[in-house]
């Protein structure tokens, strides 16, 4: 059986009443972006893609579809394998790129084996507009700021765990913000997926409710925060947390103690003009010789003034918190006891 469904069938159905949500767009899309939680069941390969792609430009339709069946026929046994794997249940919730041959073929295919198909008009293009629709729509946001090391990330995290909404940005970037920010971390998500990512959590957030958000700047690493949601994070109110440079070497000490020493040499040879050449000689230093509290103690000279800067540009009301020797939960609580509802 095959149906049409709506774009809120695969953004808030949940699997167990519609299926998986599943891509078969080729890998290489779907490594770019793809549906939170989508599984890639590739009806071409990136090289089959891009010759049947070729094929269409240059000689028609016709010539195209031959050569798609020709590269597809051998593997139809697999695919519908593949399919009952993924959805044991007997139903799926499927897209292509924007909803054309090769969903409809993949569909025809299940649906043969006896899986229900409900199919996305305007496939992952119309995600895509969904997306950014979502990342449009108001949000009452809150900025927990503060210098490197400060804590902003484990109060965040506090937050979240004491039932307030949270968006963590850095979670969803698998980088922590600075340039040592990927040591020890996953590859970073496109920034196309980072986007998706995001507007799911922003389109679950009630507006009226606070939203939790730690103070970054536009790039995140590699990914980048899109201005629908940039631009109401400068503007708006920022909790900024004061902690001792003790409290804040001996946190980034423990984050980083234990990292790569090849990948914090290269980090900080990536801000060596900032730091200055002899600063920069004597942080590798300490860090080749295991020494990582006096490397951080002297990187933070930079971050300091980085932060200050950028905290002078905004305009957003700000308020001071002196969190020293503090935990996340205590500060948290103090956070949503003087905040309260939008």
């Not at 293009?125 to 729509?137: D, E, G, H, I």
């Not at 920069?280 to 006096?294: D, F, K, L, Y």
């Not at 800067?309 to 500060?331: C, F, M, N, Q």
Request: hydrophobic share 40%.
């Amino acid at each position: 059986m095959i149906e049409t469904g709506t774009i809120d069938i695969f953004t808030e159905g949940l699997p167990e009443s519609w299926g998986p949500v599943v891509d078969v767009r080729s890998p290489g899309e779907f490594a770019q972006g793809h549906i939170p939680g989508a599984v890639n069941l590739p009806l071409f390969n990136d090289r089959d893609r891009a010759d049947v792609g070729y094929c269409y430009k240059h000689q028609g339709r016709e010539a195209a579809v031959e050569l798609g069946l020709e590269r597809v026929g051998p593997r139809l046994g697999d695919l519908l394998r593949q399919g009952k794997a993924i959805a044991p249940q007997g139903r799926v919730r499927l897209h292509c790129w924007r909803g054309g041959m090769r969903s409809a073929s993949v569909a025809q295919l299940l649906a043969l084996g006896g899986i229900r198909v409900v199919l996305l008009p305007g496939g992952y293009k119309a995600f895509r507009q969904w997306v950014r629709s979502t990342l449009a729509q108001p949000r009452c946001l809150q900025v927990v700021g503060g210098m490197t090391g400060t804590g902003k990330t484990q109060v965040l995290q506090a937050l979240g765990q004491q039932g307030a909404q949270v968006l963590d940005l850095e979670a969803l970037a698998h980088h922590r913000g600075s340039t040592y920010g990927g040591v020890g971390l996953p590859p970073q998500p496109t920034t196309e997926q980072f986007e998706n990512l995001m507007a799911e959590v922003w389109h679950r957030a009630d507006p009226q409710v606070p939203l939790w958000v730690e103070a970054e700047s536009r790039q995140v690493g590699t990914c980048r925060i899109p201005q629908e949601v940039f631009g109401p994070m400068q503007q708006a109110p920022v909790w900024e947390l004061r902690r001792s440079l003790a409290d804040r070497v001996a946190l980034l000490s423990m984050i980083y103690g234990q990292g790569d020493r090849l990948q914090l040499i290269a980090a900080t040879q990536r801000i060596a003009k900032h730091l200055g050449g002899l600063c920069t000689q004597q942080v590798i230093r300490h860090i080749e010789a295991g020494e990582v509290a006096p490397a951080m103690e002297l990187v933070l000279g930079y971050y300091d003034k980085a932060y200050r800067y950028d905290l002078d540009r905004r305009s957003a009301p700000r308020y001071g918190l002196e969190v020293t020797g503090r935990s996340p939960r205590e500060i948290a609580g103090e956070l949503l006891d003087r905040v309260g509802s939008c």
